[in-house]
């Protein structure tokens, strides 16, 4: 049963990771609003609650699923999946800089300048995003086994 309950918990944290770098998206403009900029620094610290969430739920199941995780290992499927979800880990630490530093003050209504290099970040974060949910089928059919 807990098996099926760690399933559940990494697809469900994959989601929100998925929704909130979205609503991200959808937030930055090349000027934003101090609200939305506001909401994104919010954001930013559910994101890495929940990237943390889907690695660590996707390390358990690996770990628990005995002999299962050695055909994984044996799976380039697998390491092209994992390889992507840390580079989108990686990818969250520009705009988190950004953000973190940024000072909001004055009113809702103030114009935010957003640099060009934390929307593309957040772009190329959603395109290896939608990605990963295909490599996971790929691999769980068998998919990249070298072994």
Known sequence: ???????????????????????????IKATSSSRDVLLVKRYQKILWGFLLLTLLSGLFKLVTMGEHASIYMKNGVFHV???LFLIIALLTLLPYRFFRKLTLQ????DKIAIPRSVRLV????????????LLGVMMVRGIGYFG
């Open 122 to 133: 957040l772009h190329i974060q959603m395109l290896l995003l939608v990605l990963l949910p």
């Open 1 to 27: 049963m807990i098996d099926i309950l760690m399933k559940y918990i990494h697809i469900l944290a994959f989601m929100v990771v998925f929704t909130v770098i979205f609503m991200e998206m959808i937030l």
């Open 81 to 83: 999946k994992f390889t």
């Open 106 to 109: 004055g009113e809702a209504d």
